[in-house]
């Protein structure tokens, strides 16, 4: 028999608790999905955490809000425990996938802007800077005409 704390460790007797958690670790232990279980029933012959998820097959249904304050909602199921990190939980959201490819994109485009010799030395000058943000208001006005977001 196995208990699970910070570490796996082999028990002796179905009598001993769970080993303490180290001081700079928390354990979160919540409901993962928001069905009622019909029949609240003790299950057995579960080994692995990968028996757990494919029995209970968790999931949550959950609300974002968008930047413009409109609510998405989604349902998001969990099959490991990896997807309960940022990765997992941006790759089994579509919403939350676009938020990441967004901010990775905002993030590239710093780094580029900021390598950019020829535009660092261009914003320099008042008449240069002016013109590059005229060029860049006109070009977003072209997006949100077509519709382009």
Do not use: C, W
Request: proline share 4%; aromatic share 6%; charged share 30%.
């Amino acid at each position: 028999m196995y208990g699970y704390g910070t570490d796996e460790n082999k028990l002796n007797n179905a009598n001993e608790a769970m080993g303490a958690l180290a001081p700079n670790k928390t354990i979160l232990v919540q409901k993962l999905t928001g069905m009622e279980d019909p029949d609240p029933s003790e299950v057995t012959g579960l080994q692995t955490i990968d028996q757990v998820f494919e029995h209970f097959r968790p999931s949550v249904e959950i609300d974002f809000e968008d930047a413009e304050g409109n609510t998405v909602s989604e349902e998001l199921n969990f099959r490991n425990l990896g997807e309960f990190g940022p990765k997992g939980l941006s790759a089994s959201s579509e919403f939350l996938r676009t938020i990441k490819e967004e901010e990775d994109l905002n993030l590239k485009l710093v780094k580029s802007l900021k390598s950019n010799k020829g535009l660092q030395k261009a914003l320099q000058d008042p008449e240069a800077r002016k013109a590059f943000a005229d060029a860049l208001a006109s070009m977003l006005n072209e997006l949100e005409e077509a519709g382009v977001r």
